[in-house]
């Protein structure tokens, strides 16, 4: 049964730090894995989508890696801003299968 | 190109009403997902359907909940006699696929938060 964690679960830093967010899977047999932020109360926006076959995604600050054989993505996000507060998402679409399974989230503050 | 709209935003039951919250999917987009998010927990799914068709309905409570996607109009996710411990967000996302073979992501509406009073 697929299992995805996210560590740490909360985490504050000053403005302008880069910074690492961690997502670990139980099973590398996976379509592709998508991070999204979820701002309170608010919706889902992905931010990264990042296919089995490949190893990272890029999107302005952020990049994202996918090392599927240990099971393991990290979300980067360089230059942290203020803005960039919010809930960070991990989820993994397993093989075969169309549910996403959803990690419990990196709350992130950055404190200007 | 609007993305997938959900409504309404924030709905407020009282206990043994009925909750009826509506997804439109993404344009183009004919498979809608259901995931329902209680509070301090992750997200977890609920249904799977297509046009006039539930795929998967394997996340649902056995009773007291439903979903549809009729031909016109958006997929509508029903509760019946809503109580306390239905109070979540419930979230919808469309995807243009079918279920196997395609390696797409999924778009995911605003949310409906639901507080049963």
């Known amino acids: 049964k697929q299992e995805v964690t996210q560590i740490p679960a909360a985490l504050s830093v000053p403005e302008g730090e880069n910074l690492v967010l961690n997502c670990s899977f139980t099973?590398?047999?996976?379509?592709?894995l998508q991070w999204f932020r979820q701002d309170p109360g608010k919706g889902l926006t992905s931010l990264l989508l990042?296919?089995?076959s490949q190893r990272e995604q890029t999107s302005g600050r952020l990049n994202a890696s996918l090392d599927k054989s240990s099971g393991r993505s990290t979300l980067y996000i360089a230059a942290s801003q203020p803005g960039d507060s919010a809930t960070y998402l991990c989820a993994v679409r397993p093989n075969s299968n169309y549910q996403l399974i959803w990690g419990a989230g990196t709350k992130l503050i950055i404190k200007p | 190109n609007a993305g997938v709209m959900q409504n309404p935003r924030h709905l407020v039951r009282r206990r043994g009403q009925e909750a009826r919250l509506r997804c439109s999917p993404m344009?183009?987009?004919?498979?809608v997902y259901w995931y329902r998010q209680l509070p301090e927990e992750g997200l977890k799914f609920m249904v799977y359907?297509?046009?006039?068709?539930?795929?998967?309905e394997s996340g649902m409570p056995k009773e007291r909940f439903s979903a549809e996607f009729p031909k016109e109009g958006p997929s509508i996710l029903r509760i019946q006699q809503v109580v306390r411990g239905d109070s979540a967000a419930y979230f919808c996302?469309?995807?243009?696929?079918?279920?196997?073979?395609?390696?797409?992501?999924?778009?995911f509406g605003s949310g409906t938060r639901l507080t049963v009073v």
């Open positions: 344009k183009g987009h004919s498979h």
């Open positions: 990042i296919q089995s």
């Open positions: 996302a469309s995807s243009p696929g079918s279920s196997t073979g395609e390696n797409y992501g999924y778009t």
């Open positions: 359907l297509q046009k006039e068709n539930i795929i998967d």
């Open positions: 099973d590398s047999a996976i379509y592709n």
